[in-house]
């Protein structure tokens, strides 16, 4: 059909349909056009690359066989209490199919406080598992082979310290470095702009992510050095666009921060990997998932002149969304979950956490995660969705919307280069501004109906107070304090005073790499906290303010 004839043919749609949908007011809000033809992809500037997966600039997927060859990393994130009750969950993980571990730890361990300081009362193994030192660690992968399981770790300000954790206890199974898979998620600007767990300045923090970038060139080279996640900047309230386009301006951020500090940029950037937020609306994660992928991979190519192939493609983690769980009717989460398990998988993600039921109300229960590991599963061998390759490509709503998506991308992007790149728009509060906006306009919608969120602002009903959920003991707190004061009775404090002291004289020098002071001191079994509290004495610590 020629494009003339499709402009006719559209033209008397259009008319016939208006009378039809002036009937339905409630719809009119939605952004996107109400049908869309070949006129909308016509002039694609990546129309020769769509046709095949694995070639740049990877619209389709970054490996040419993708699900065809093996599924997803099923990586279900868990940690709660304390290590030995974490250590139960991951091993049941395991026994159930999940082919990866995703690390949970409480508040105290994600700000590198120990559970022992006054600030941790009332938070310790509450939102994860508290992690004091070395000997917590041993005890959270008990019985787990790192050298047959593939470890993520939710983990940013103290990412080097968790890290040199895992090294050590890998070296204690006999496990060498350069054979350990994982990811660290070590995205601290993120933490600045969207989620709050930040301990240091940008500067010195920045430090310590190219000083873990350096270190597992040499000596862990399996390991993703950072996860760059947008996940947290969706659950605080940004569009799909400001999702990447924020997330991946990060990345530019890291790429450019290590440069300086003397790496080439295909010694490390095969090793950073995306984490993704999968939404509600599943033809337009679809499409941001695929322009994320077209975006990056151009950002490799003609801003850092990347050679390798692996630099430029975006491997990416997604978790569903946690701020789409609702309180009400928590069953509807199961429904939700697997919408957005599907929108995961077609657009090609590499590893996925499906959120549980009742994560509205509760950390999950055992037979919630149960549920949601199966929604993978159900997905991966009965759905059919894996069995083609990207098989959304060629319809003209989801190339569309890729454009349309990677388009406002771009322009986020040339804003935030022009206010001085990522750390200088944090500074000045220009990206949490625009989150802001874009999470008020959102409440705003669904307080004034105009955006249906199913069992709260409509179809609702009386419920019952759910029962069974899981709680968390308040004794853990007391008995975490006691292990660690025991074992600090036990090791030897000279060689831990030593090791802090050769650490804060290694932070006083910029030029030095904290990562193998950061790994001595963690095998004398000094804590989290005495790790940080060292550096945090050179380096100060962050307070937030917004200048713009």
């Known amino acids: 059909m020629s494009n003339e004839k499709i402009q006719a043919e559209l033209a008397k749609y259009e008319a016939s349909v208006e009378k039809a949908i002036a009937r339905f ?6 952004p996107e056009k109400r049908l869309y033809t070949p006129l909308d992809i016509k002039d694609t500037d990546y129309a020769d ?9 990877y619209t389709r997927g970054v490996q040419p066989t993708m699900y065809r060859g093996r599924f997803w990393t099923m990586r279900m994130y868990a940690g709660f209490s304390t290590a030995e009750e974490s250590n139960k969950r991951y091993r049941m993980l395991i026994e159930n199919g999940a082919t990866g571990l995703s690390c949970a730890f409480d508040l105290p361990t994600q700000i590198g406080y120990d559970s022992t300081d006054p600030i941790s009362e009332g938070e310790v193994g509450k939102v994860g598992v508290a992690i004091d030192s070395l000997a917590d660690m041993e005890t959270l992968f008990d019985q787990i082979d ?12 103290p990412a080097s310290v968790l890290l040199a954790m895992y090294i050590a206890v890998a070296e204690k199974q006999g496990v060498p470095a350069d054979q350990l898979r994982g990811t660290i998620q070590n995205d601290i600007l993120k933490e600045y702009a969207a989620r709050g767990t930040y301990i240091f300045p940008p500067r010195p923090s920045m430090r310590l992510i190219t000083n873990i970038f350096e270190y597992c060139s040499k000596n862990v080279p399996k390991w993703n ?6 996940y947290h900047i969706r ?41 993704w937020n999968a939404h509600n609306n599943v033809l337009e994660e679809v499409a941001k998932f695929r322009a994320s992928r077209r975006i990056w991979a151009k950002v490799m190519k003609e801003r850092f002149h990347a050679q390798s192939e692996k630099s430029m493609k975006l491997r990416f983690h997604t978790q569903t969304a946690g701020s ?25 993600t590499q590893s996925l956490h499906t959120n549980s039921r ?18 993978q599963q159900i997905v991966a061998y009965e759905s059919g969705l894996a069995d083609v390759i990207d098989p959304l490509a060629g319809s003209y709503y989801v190339e569309a919307m890729t454009n349309k998506i990677e388009a406002e991308a771009w322009d986020y992007i040339k804003k935030i280069d022009d206010l001085g790149g990522a750390v200088a728009a944090i500074e000045k509060g220009y990206i949490q501004k625009e989150i802001q906006d874009s999470a008020y306009k959102w409440q705003m919608d669904v307080e004034s109906g105009a955006r249906t969120i199913v069992g709260v602002n409509k179809f609702q009903m009386e419920e019952e107070p759910p ?42 020098d910029e030029n030095e790499n904290l990562m193998p002071h950061i790994l001595a001191a963690v095998k004398t079994y000094a804590t989290l906290g005495e790790i940080c509290n060292v550096m945090r004495e050179v380096f100060g610590e962050y307070e937030a303010h917004v200048s713009l």
């Open 25 to 30: 007011p409630e719809r009119e809000h939605l």
């Open 49 to 57: 690359e769509l046709s095949f997966p694995g070639v740049y600039p």
């Open 146 to 157: 790192l050298g047959k399981v593939s470890t993520s770790m939710t983990i940013n300000a």
């Open 225 to 230: 050095t950072i996860s760059i996640s947008g």
């Open 235 to 275: 659950e605080a309230g940004s569009t799909a666009a400001q999702e990447i386009a924020f997330t991946i301006a990060d990345g530019i951020a890291y790429c450019e921060a290590a440069i300086k500090a003397g790496l080439k940029i295909d010694d490390f950037a095969g090793r950073l990997s995306f984490f």
């Open 324 to 348: 789409m769980l609702t309180a009400q009717q928590p069953n509807n989460n199961i429904v939700r979950v697997a919408l957005q398990t599907a929108a995961a998988v077609m657009g090609g």
């Open 358 to 375: 009742d994560e509205a109300l509760a950390l999950p229960t055992q037979e919630s995660v149960t549920i949601a590991l199966r929604t």
């Open 467 to 508: 029962k069974g959920l899981l709680k968390v003991d308040e004794a853990v707190g007391e008995r975490q304090k006691a292990k660690v004061e025991a074992m600090k009775a036990k090791r030897d404090n000279e060689a831990v005073k030593a090791a802090l002291a050769d650490l804060k004289k290694a932070c006083q």
